[in-house]
């Protein structure tokens, strides 16, 4: 039980980080693809929060006919791949394709991951399973700009997506 809400807290605060960590870098991606208009730019971030909130509900709908666990893992693995293509992107286009990509992932582990805690946790103690879970989606919030920052500073925006490879590996 500790394990599974250990993973699914890890894999809340993986999708909700990236909420946060683009947002930091987007001057650093500007000065990458100079020649794009603010408009396009903006799809980077947008095109990510536009398919979470497209998907979220579809995601946990099939994730309780399919399964929390099935659907996690394969919202991880998208998600992670993602990420490591984000990092690599050669242009501007790939780097937005990428991002809605990781917003499907993201989709995919946001319900299931608050699933899977609701599930390891008895109906009296619940409570406390969907505070473990807020309070990972939180310190993602927090963590999110100073660890944007800090990445950006030293080496470039394609840092804040690889950030995500470990932390999805594990």
């Given at each position: 039980r500790?394990?599974?809400?250990?993973i699914?807290c890890?894999?809340?605060?993986?999708a909700?980080?990236d909420?946060?960590?683009?947002?930091i870098a987007?001057?650093?991606?500007?000065?990458?693809f100079?020649?794009?208009?603010?408009?396009a730019?903006?799809?980077?971030?947008?095109?990510y929060?536009?398919?979470?909130?497209a998907?979220l509900?579809?995601?946990?709908?099939?994730?309780?006919r399919?399964?929390h666990?099935?659907?996690?893992l394969?919202g991880?693995?998208?998600?992670t791949g993602a990420?490591?293509?984000?990092?690599?992107?050669?242009?501007l286009?790939?780097?937005i394709?990428?991002?809605?990509?990781?917003?499907?992932g993201?989709?995919?582990?946001a319900?299931?991951?608050?699933?899977?805690?609701l599930?390891s946790f008895?109906a009296?103690?619940?409570?406390?399973?969907?505070?473990?879970?807020?309070?990972?989606?939180a310190a993602?919030?927090?963590v999110?700009?100073t660890?944007?920052?800090?990445?950006?500073?030293?080496?470039?925006?394609?840092l804040?997506?690889?950030v995500?490879?470990?932390?999805?590996?594990?």
């Amino acid at each position: 039980r500790k394990a599974a809400v250990a993973i699914a807290c890890t894999g809340a605060f993986l999708a909700f980080l990236d909420a946060t960590i683009v947002n930091i870098a987007f001057p650093d991606i500007s000065s990458s693809f100079a020649g794009s208009g603010r408009d396009a730019l903006s799809w980077v971030l947008d095109g990510y929060f536009v398919v979470i909130a497209a998907l979220l509900v579809l995601a946990g709908a099939l994730a309780d006919r399919f399964g929390h666990k099935r659907i996690f893992l394969l919202g991880i693995a998208g998600f992670t791949g993602a990420s490591l293509l984000c990092a690599v992107a050669p242009s501007l286009g790939m780097l937005i394709a990428f991002r809605v990509v990781q917003g499907i992932g993201a989709a995919m582990i946001a319900p299931t991951s608050l699933a899977i805690v609701l599930d390891s946790f008895p109906a009296e103690r619940r409570a406390a399973g969907v505070g473990l879970w807020g309070a990972a989606a939180a310190a993602a919030a927090a963590v999110g700009p100073t660890l944007g920052g800090a990445l950006v500073e030293l080496s470039d925006w394609r840092l804040v997506f690889l950030v995500n490879l470990p932390l999805g590996a594990a």
